[in-house]
């Protein structure tokens, strides 16, 4: 198989299209009208339209072009994270307190497309009420969900699957997106889990089956969209997305292995610091260069690295950034102060099968053989993400665990409190696959954590990782949520589909009694890898953005990535992003009349 890899492309075209640079001596002396910091979803969307008109734009990437070729097969994909490539920043988050003081490391992209390059593919929406619920709390009617559906459609491209299957009561096409720029797609590879899945939604009450969960409403069980699209399916990220349709454009220049040092005060507008200035360097060993924006600064840089350049600016809480050496510039206190992810609760079982993913990984000559399939026909279990069904899940309005704690979906119907996965294989972040046996794994996903941790520098230097907190169930009902998501997933597994294919739990998973399930819980979650909200839009008493996403009390500073999103989409975050992304585009095209 020949892989078109980005860097091919985009140098390809380079002669009458877009540039990419490796030396930033080679735009020091250019001039642009937008800078945007970072090559992920957002940055990636926002320098493809703002490209579409006469505006130019340069992207400063601090990572590679690109991870390999397993950065492009499905199913290896998340074989890249964590902390095994120069394509990872190799963050490792503090020890956590509600997790037995366990720390552990935190994969980010670092190459272009950002950790839409790395992640496990899995594409939501999020919700009706969790847009609607982002709209009132930043007081602006843009954020709600029939606001944002254009963006929803116009980031997306829905590709048939890979082995042509029917797909007719899998989705639903009137709110489906057919001519985006992310290839979208259903699974195309069917395994034993997905009738006994199906058959669990008419078995048992409180499991519907959902035919279309980026409808709006996304409580059920269903069929997973993954960013994954192609005759040979591959990867879709904003990278392929976006950059690449963007590469014969004469405007864009993108410079790459470069890290973004701070942004800088070039003057006033009004009486307001104007920050168009960007600093920048290939190390903390080489020449430090400055560019100013003539219009404004976009800064993409994601979840962690976006407060940490606010801060580095001088853009934070005064008395923090004093206690590590950097002059404080705009005091803003909730800079990195309002971090948030989904807790990750991996619970194995063992199962009667020769057809898990064991099997490969135990056979040297099958995985070959699946390799070879995929390459000739693209087809067979790589063209996949790790999931064929998942279920978006709320705990019932009446539940005692409601008796210590207000709901933090507001007792919206179509906001999911946790989600399971199911996965044909053992999936365990931080354990090791056995040696012996099949299995098949439910996760267990907080998506409605209420617990906020931070993102703080750990010194003054550009080039020390911060210091990162999720604060993972830190909150006493955080924790009571996760109990009764596992509780969830145990109680799945015991409808009559899985009768003679299930065998029993692996592990701790066969905790009965509020004790046993607490020790799981503390001992085996991790993070499904989805820091957002660290920079987050406010409502006028806190926050860091505006809702039109610039920087509160500067100019020309706006943010556009998942840091900006004031609380964290009940969703695997790529979707979310591409649609803010989407409309901060359009913002950005208003403000300036393009």
């Known amino acids: ?51 579409e008109t006469s505006a130019r734009v340069l992207m400063i990437e601090a990572g590679v072009f690109q991870a390999g070729i397993n950065e492009d097969i499905p199913f290896f994909g998340p074989l890249l994270a964590p902390n095994v490539g120069p394509w990872d920043w190799n963050y490792t988050i503090v020890p956590q307190v509600a997790l037995n003081n366990r720390t552990f490391p935190y994969p980010r992209g670092r190459l272009l497309g950002g950790s839409s390059s790395l992640n496990y593919m899995v594409y939501n929406t999020a919700s009706r009420d ?58 195309g590879y069917a395994t034993e889990l997905d009738p006994r899945v199906l058959e669990t939604t008419s078995q048992l009450e409180g499991y519907p089956y959902n035919e279309d969960m980026n409808s709006g409403d996304q409580i059920g069980i269903g069929w997973v969209y993954s960013s994954i699209g192609g005759t040979i399916p591959k990867r879709s990220s904003s990278a392929s997305a976006y950059l690449i349709p963007a590469s014969d454009r004469y405007n864009l220049d993108v410079l790459i292995q470069t890290q973004v040092t701070k942004v800088f005060n070039t003057g006033l507008n009004g009486s307001q610091a104007l920050f168009t200035g960007v600093q920048f360097s290939a190390g903390p060993d080489q020449p430090v260069y400055n560019l100013t924006a003539s219009k404004e600064v976009i ?10 350049i606010l801060m580095l600016s001088g853009i934070g809480d005064a008395s923090d950034l004093a206690q590590v050496g950097v002059e404080s510039t705009v005091n803003i206190p909730d800079v990195g102060k309002t971090l948030q992810d989904h807790p990750l609760l991996p619970n194995q079982f063992f199962v009667n099968s020769n057809n898990t993913w064991e099997a490969a990984k135990r056979n040297a000559t099958l995985a070959e053989e699946q390799l070879a399939l995929y390459n000739s026909t693209g087809t067979g279990p790589l ?12 705990i019932p309005d009446n539940s005692s665990i409601w008796e210590t704690a207000p709901d933090p979906t507001f007792g919206g119907p179509t906001y999911a409190h946790y989600e399971l996965v199911f996965s044909n294989g053992f999936v365990g972040p931080i354990q090791a696959t056995p040696d012996e046996g099949a299995f098949m ?12 941790g931070f993102v703080k520098l750990n010194s003054s230097s550009p080039w020390d990782s911060p210091l990162i907190d999720p604060a993972f169930l830190k909150e006493d009902i955080d924790f009571l949520m996760m109990r009764e998501a596992f509780k969830s997933a145990v109680n799945f597994v015991t409808a009559p589909a899985w009768k003679d294919y299930l065998i029993g739990p692996f592990g701790t998973v066969n905790a009965t009694t509020d004790e046993e399930i607490e020790e799981h819980i503390r001992s085996i979650t991790t993070t499904v890898w989805h820091p957002m909200s660290s920079a987050a839009m406010g409502n006028g008493t806190w926050g860091t953005a505006s809702s039109n996403l610039t920087v509160l009390g500067v100019s020309g500073l706006r943010i556009v990535d998942g840091s900006v999103l004031p609380i964290i989409p009940p969703a695997h975050t790529e979707a979310p992003v591409y649609i803010i992304a989407e409309r901060a585009a359009d913002i950005i095209k208003a403000s300036w009349g393009l």
């Open 130 to 187: 969790y847009f609607d619920l982002v709209a009132n709390i930043t007081n602006d009617e843009g954020w709600t969900w029939d606001s944002l559906v254009p963006y929803m459609m116009k980031a997306q491209r829905f590709t048939p699957p890979a082995d042509r299957h029917n797909i007719s009561g899998e989705f639903i096409p009137a709110v489906t997106g057919f001519s985006g720029n992310v290839l979208v797609s259903l699974p």
């Open 441 to 452: 794994t439910v996760i267990s996903n907080l998506v409605s954590p209420v617990s906020r």
């Open 383 to 394: 063209v996949d993400t790790v999931c064929n069904h998942i279920g978006w899940l709320r």
């Open 299 to 308: 800064l993409s840089a994601g979840s962690i690295g976006t407060p940490q």
């Open 1 to 51: 198989m020949v892989v078109l890899s980005l860097v091919g492309a985009l140098l390809t075209l380079s002669s009458v299209g877009a540039r990419v640079f490796t030396d930033p001596q080679q735009v020091a002396n250019e001039t642009y009208d937008f800078i945007v910091i970072g090559a992920g979803v957002g940055g990636s969307v926002v320098a493809n339209r703002l490209t």
